[in-house]
Structure formats: C-alpha cells, structure tokens
C-alpha cells in the first residue's frame, strides 16, 4: 500500500493533541490527528463532571486559533478567588480588578472545549480526523516516521507528535521513561447546587486531607474538586448523596448557603509525573503525554495547551526559513521554552501540597502569616495573578 505523506501526526484527540492541530491550521501543513474513541462525558446534574479552568492567558490563545467563538456562553468567568487555610484565620482573596483584568479566566466543561476544537478541526481543509483509529506500529527513521494503522493504512511524516495521555502509547513504544509520584490520594469530582449565587467566585479550602475547590459554572452551578487521602475518598464515595452533601458542607463551611442538591460523583487517583524526554528526534510529547500535575490549581490543561502553542510556533518557524520542523535543532527550542513553566508549576504545585497538608509545629502559623501577607502585598498579588493566568509568559497568542 501506497503510504500517505502528512507534515505532522499528531496520536491523541484529547484537548491538548486538537489545540495543536487547531494552532496549526493556517501554516499551510497538512495535519493528520489519530483517536481511538470519542470520549463520552460523565454527567453530574447534566453537567459534565470533569472540568477545567481556563487561566486568561490560555483564553487569548483560544481566541487566536478560533476556539473560543465556539465555546461563548457556555463557560463562566471566574472574577474572583478565595483561598482558606481549613477552618483557620488564615486566607487569600483575588480579584480580577486587582491586575485590571476583566476575569481571571473561565470554567470550562472538559467536553465543551473539546467540541469546540472538534468543530475548528472540522472546518479546515488541512486537517483530517481519524476516529475511530489507532496505531498498530511506529517506526523511527532518520529522515521520517513511518505509521502502520489498524485498518492498515501507512503514513509517513517528519513529526509525530503524543498527545495520548498520562499513559501514553507513543511513549511507550519510544522507550522513554518517567519520573512519576502517586499522591496516595484520589479526587472527587460532581456538579452541585448552592443556595446562595457564587457570583463568577471560585473557592478553595485547604483541608489536613487535601484541598477542596468549589469552582463556579453557568447557571448558578458549581463543580467541585475534593482531593482527599485514598481511606477518606473510598468513604466519600460509598456515602448516599444526602450524606457526602452534610459531608461537603461540613467541609466547605457556608460561604454559598446550604448545599443544596449533588449530581454523580466520579473519582480519580492524584499523581505527578515528568517524561525523561520531551522530545527526540521526530518526536515531541505535549500535555499528559510529557508532565502531569496535581490538580489542585487547575493548571493541567493550561500547561498542555501552551505546550501546543509553542511547539506549534516552533513548527511554523521552522516551515518558514525551510528547516526540518522534526529535527532536534528545531524540537529542542520547544524543549528549551517550555521546561521552565513545566517545572516550576510542578515544585509550586508539590510544595503547595506538602505546606497545606504539614501539621508540624508552627507550620499552620506560618501558613496563616504567609496568606495574611500576602493578601496585604498589592503588587505581589498583581505578579502572582498575571503569572498564574499565563499573560506574563513568553508564548504566541495565535499562529500563522
């Protein structure tokens, strides 16, 4: 059979894999996305159950590759955030007027911004879905990859990119390693409904078990997040929505009013994990493929986008001054980009972890002075807030 010639490949047709090829649909490249299923979203009060937040600098590069027209209405601003330490004193507030921002960005169900990107993919000529399909075989050459799919089709490209997940097939059949550590912890995830309106806010308690966000969602909703310890989060589970609401609200406290109503709950285990290699020749891994973090900002899906963007900069560059966008020359500038951010949201997240769970002396206390500080520390909270939303970072808003 006659192989199929494609400029990239990308294997994984989650958020992060369609972002790329979304970024990628104006350079002129012919794109080829492989996913074996289409996922279908867990519903809790209709909503689906796993959600992200989208930081604003995340926002303006969804804008620049035209996602973002698709999602509109149906993802809620976050205005502002509140951070509790448990039940004590201590406490951080975040308002978007505090760094002249509009919001800090938006709640976004998981299945809303990935048919969004499904609709952009589907609009260009440039890019062809494959769903359902899988990959049979890979085989590295020197000057391309050559791909055997399932229903036998072969295709061969100068970069074949994993966008696959946590655990990734293509880096398995790369033979690269990861550095990987469980949490011993698992997070809860459901839609409920508050008495009170949460007014565009979005909450999160740190509790001795682990952080508990209370994330806002269109139509006075709300999604929660509930890392607890694997004891704690398989009695969660087993309780009867009555009892996980009284739960819930024990936890949470009375900031939105009674809780009113929980939709299903799914769980899932906390990990952190780093590929040995981001990149090899004709190779690149984005997303959960290359880092996965712990949940509790949010920032997963965020990283993985911005890894798209800039490998996808880095692709079109390359295609401009005519270099070979599957070298290491050029894969290596991605690399060089992007491990700062990845690794310094990977120790935060770490060291956020550690701090809000120690319950060494005098820990709390300096947990409690520290958030006082900085609440009280305007231009500190200004820097933190455009780093956290990303619109500090050296990254391309669109493509071209």
């Known amino acids: 059979m006659k192989a199929q010639q494609a400029d990239v490949v990308i294997i994984g047709g989650g958020m992060v894999g369609l972002g790329l090829a ?16 289409e996922a279908t ?7 689906d159950c796993r959600v992200s937040a989208i930081v604003a600098g995340t926002v303006e590069m969804l804008r620049g590759i035209g ?4 999602i509109g209405s149906r993802a809620q601003a976050i205005e502002g955030m509140r951070i509790f330490d448990d039940q004590r004193f201590g406490s951080v507030r975040f308002e ?29 000529d440039s890019i062809e ?7 049979d075989s890979v085989v590295w ?52 409904r508050p008495q009170f309106s949460h007014k565009g806010v979005a909450y999160q308690r740190f509790l001795p078990t682990g952080p508990l966000a209370m994330l806002p969602m269109t139509d006075n909703l709300c999604s929660i997040v509930w890392s607890a310890d694997d004891p704690e989060a398989d009695r969660l589970m087993a309780l009867d929505d009555a009892a996980f609401l009284n739960e819930l609200q024990l936890a949470f406290g009375p900031l939105l009013g ?49 890894d798209a963007m800039a490998l996808a900069q880095e692709i079109s560059d390359a295609r401009r001054f005519r270099e070979d966008h599957g070298s290491m020359d050029v894969l290596s500038r991605m690399r060089g980009n992007r491990i700062p951010d990845v690794l310094a949201v990977m120790s935060a997240m770490e060291g ?3 701090l809000f769970t120690s319950e060494m002396p005098g820990v709390p206390w300096l947990r409690d002075a520290g958030m006082r500080a900085v609440g009280n520390a305007g231009t500190i909270k200004q820097l933190l807030m455009r780093r956290a939303t990303g619109l500090s970072l050296p990254l391309p808003k669109q493509i071209s």
């Open 96 to 124: 978007a007027a505090e760094a002249d921002m509009q919001e800090l960005g938006f709640l976004v169900e998981n299945s809303v911004l990935s048919d969004a990107m499904t609709q952009v993919v589907h609009d260009s």
């Open 258 to 306: 009674t809780l009113q109503e929980v939709g299903e709950r799914a769980a899932f285990p906390l990990r952190s994990q780093l590929a040995k290699h981001m990149v090899r020749p004709r190779l690149a891994l984005i997303g959960d493929a290359a880092h996965q973090v712990h949940p509790l900002a949010g920032l997963g899906v965020n990283l993985g986008l911005r």
């Open 41 to 47: 979203p867990r519903l809790s009060l209709g909503r």
């Open 352 to 354: 956020f972890h550690h």
């Open 67 to 70: 996602v973002w027209e698709y």
């Open 141 to 192: 050459k020197a000057s391309h990859v050559e791909l055997t799919l399932a229903d036998g089709r072969l295709l061969h490209t100068p970069l074949v990119v994993g966008a696959d997940g946590g655990n990734s097939w293509l880096r398995l059949q790369a033979g690269i390693q990861v550095w990987s550590h469980r949490f011993m912890q698992r997070g809860i995830v459901a839609t409920v």
């Open 22 to 37: 979304c970024a990628l649909k104006d350079t002129g490249l012919s794109v080829v996305v492989i996913e074996r299923m």
């Open 129 to 135: 879905y494959c769903c359902p399909a899988s990959v």
